[in-house]
């Protein structure tokens, strides 16, 4: 009877901590966003802007273009890269929605046409090597991550993103290593790039 008591003040006692721990964790993550900061200019790549988004789960509606394009939900990473590639190369994708990480088609062969996105894709580790404009897909998470390649060296490439978090950076670098004949980009869960052919 004593040994169960002691099982359960145990649990009892754990549940609270796990709770007290995910109750600071959302509430001090809400108070590194500054709200009035959302929607500013933080960086920019070829004339096209990079906003600040706070938390990544904040969505400020929707962003269409002019003639009715879906753009994405402001200032998400997708909305980032879709934009990107519209202003800069005129590029509309065949399936306008999906989440980051839907970007990339892992049944398609490296160097194959993406039908949805209407742009090749390469997987991670491609003997084609990744090139500033690119559309990196990682799969961080649930809804994945998207950025563009702002530059690229023989050892690393640079990447500009929207929507990293609230105190992370616009711009990230990874190494990128050329072994038995691809390009790997050495970084957790990158499925590849794709590109405008």
């Not at 609270?16 to 933080?42: E, P, Q, R, T």
């Amino acid at each position: 009877m004593f040994l169960s008591s002691r099982r359960i003040i145990f649990s009892i006692i754990i549940s609270l901590i796990l709770l007290g721990y995910g109750f600071c964790h959302f509430v001090y993550a809400a108070l590194d966003v500054d709200k009035s900061k959302i929607g500013m200019v933080v960086d920019e790549f070829n004339g096209v802007k990079v906003y600040y988004n706070g938390s990544i789960s904040n969505v400020s509606g929707r962003n269409v273009a002019k003639d009715g394009y879906n753009l994405g939900l402001k200032y998400q990473c997708v909305e980032f890269i879709k934009r990107y590639y519209y202003e800069r190369f005129n590029h509309k994708m065949p399936d306008s929605y999906g989440h980051a990480k839907d970007f990339f088609d892992d049944s398609i062969p490296d160097g194959s046409l993406n039908p949805k996105r209407n742009l090749l894709q390469f997987h991670n580790g491609s003997p084609t090597k990744p090139q500033v404009d690119d559309i990196i897909v990682f799969d961080w998470s649930k809804y994945g991550h998207v950025a563009i390649i702002s530059k690229v060296t023989d050892n690393e490439i640079e990447i500009i993103q929207q929507n990293p978090g609230p105190t992370a950076r616009s711009r990230a670098t990874f190494p990128l290593i050329f072994r038995d004949g691809g390009w790997k980009i050495d970084s957790f869960r990158v499925l590849g790039y794709l590109r405008k052919r």
